[in-house]
Nanobody, 126 residues
Framework: QLQLVESGGGLVQPGGSLRLSCVVSGFTLDYYAIGWFRQAPGKEREGVSCISSKGGSTNYADSVKGRFTISRDNAKNTVYLQMNSLKPEDTAVYYC???????????????????WGKGTLVTVSS
């Protein structure tokens, strides 16, 4: 059974940090690129970041560039999203998604994802 499970969300003050994890099971992460997405209340889901299957290529949305860092540990079948300098506008449910793409490219286009997690809520508020 293919499964992605996000964790690490919670309540944090503006300027704070969180690290999200996405643990995959049921398939080998080595051949999959991973995207992170988020959906804020009342808004459409948007792409945040992605990482290639080998981890050599990453991309970020302009809104998070310089503050978020995506990484992966294929041996642990886990992808991380380190979020620093959080802002209230980062409040959202964060999702990870996997798609089979072996190599040095990645993208975070919602329609291109094969598998999705159920999300973890991040709330940035004082």
């Amino acid at each position: 059974q293919l499964q992605l499970v996000e964790s690490g969300g919670g309540l944090v003050q503006p300027g704070g940090s969180l690290r999200l994890s996405c643990v995959v099971s049921g398939f080998t992460l080595d051949y999959y690129a991973i995207g992170w997405f988020r959906q804020a209340p009342g808004k459409e889901r948007e792409g945040v970041s992605c990482i290639s299957s080998k981890g050599g290529s990453t991309n970020y949305a302009d809104s998070v560039k310089g503050r978020f860092t995506i990484s992966r540990d294929n041996a642990k079948n886990t992808v991380y999203l380190q979020m620093n300098s959080l802002k209230p506008e980062d409040t959202a449910v964060y999702y990870c998604a996997a798609y089979r793409l072996y190599g040095s490219m990645c993208y975070y286009v919602e329609a291109g994802m094969d598998y999705w997690g159920k999300g973890t809520l991040v709330t940035v508020s004082s």
